[in-house]
């Protein structure tokens, strides 16, 4: 079985791929609940490597192949997405001495 399960399969690509995105996801989701970054790219880093586990773990049950070089992959793509997500989480924050303006409400005209 191991003979068949090349590294750069297309099954590899795909795994990559669905991992950085549930992590970028799992990291979007969090901003909802969670302030700082480093927690929100664990979420989400930790969320999709979870749902990778659990889709090896049902291959493992016979309902597919199971494969550690899946899971490898899996890895990968939850740091990409998490740490993509994080890049562009503090490229787009103002820098935390900078005060930010607060937008009083105004009181009604009549």
């Known amino acids: 079985m191991q003979?068949?399960?090349?590294?750069?399969?297309?099954?590899?690509?795909?795994?990559?791929?669905?991992?950085?995105?549930?992590?970028?996801?799992?990291?979007?989701?969090?901003?909802?609940?969670?302030?700082?970054?480093?927690?929100?790219?664990?979420?989400?880093?930790?969320?999709?490597?979870?749902?990778?586990?659990?889709?090896?773990?049902?291959?493992a049950t016979g309902q597919g192949n199971p494969s550690l070089r899946d899971l490898t992959w899996d890895l990968v793509g939850c740091v990409f997405g998490a740490g993509v997500s994080l890049l562009i989480d503090h490229a787009l924050r103002p820098p935390r001495g900078q005060a930010q303006e607060q937008v009083q409400p105004r009181a009604a005209a009549w």
């Open 3 to 59: 003979a068949q399960d090349s590294w750069l399969g297309i099954d590899k690509g795909k795994h990559f791929g669905a991992s950085a995105v549930l992590a970028t996801g799992g990291y979007a989701g969090s901003m909802l609940v969670v302030e700082e970054p480093w927690q929100r790219a664990a979420i989400g880093g930790g969320f999709a490597l979870t749902l990778g586990v659990a889709k090896e773990i049902y291959d």
